[in-house]
Nanobody, 122 residues
Framework: QEQFVESGGGLVKPGGSLRLSCTASGFPLGYYAIGWFRQAPGKEREGVSCITTSDGTPHYADSVKGRFTISRDNAKNTVYLQMNNLKPEDTAVYHC???????????????WGQGTQVTVSS
């Protein structure tokens, strides 16, 4: 059965760091483009970062550029999102998504994980 699961969320103080993981089973994650999205209460789901399949080129939303880093470890079938210098406005449920090509729209991706909660608060 093909599935993937996010993990690594939690409660962190402003300025702190977290590393989210998106781990797949039943299919090779390296064949797909991966996007990280987040959704805060009362807001639409927004793209945070994505990474291509071919050369692993990362892309970032302006709001996280310089603070977040996306990477993939095909041997572990996992994509990571390293989040540094977290801010209260980063609080959201973070989802990874799988698709054939990268994009910033929800519709660009075919499958979604259940999400992991990130809360940034003092």
């Amino acid at each position: 059965q093909e599935q993937f699961v996010e993990s690594g969320g939690g409660l962190v103080k402003p300025g702190g760091s977290l590393r989210l993981s998106c781990t797949a089973s039943g299919f090779p994650l390296g064949y797909y483009a991966i996007g990280w999205f987040r959704q805060a209460p009362g807001k639409e789901r927004e793209g945070v970062s994505c990474i291509t399949t071919s050369d692993g080129t990362p892309h970032y939303a302006d709001s996280v550029k310089g603070r977040f880093t996306i990477s993939r470890d095909n041997a572990k079938n996992t994509v990571y999102l390293q989040m540094n210098n977290l801010k209260p406005e980063d609080t959201a449920v973070y989802h990874c998504a799988v698709g054939s090509e990268t994009g910033w729209a929800v519709a660009d991706y075919d499958s979604w994980g259940q999400g992991t909660q990130v809360t940034v608060s003092s």
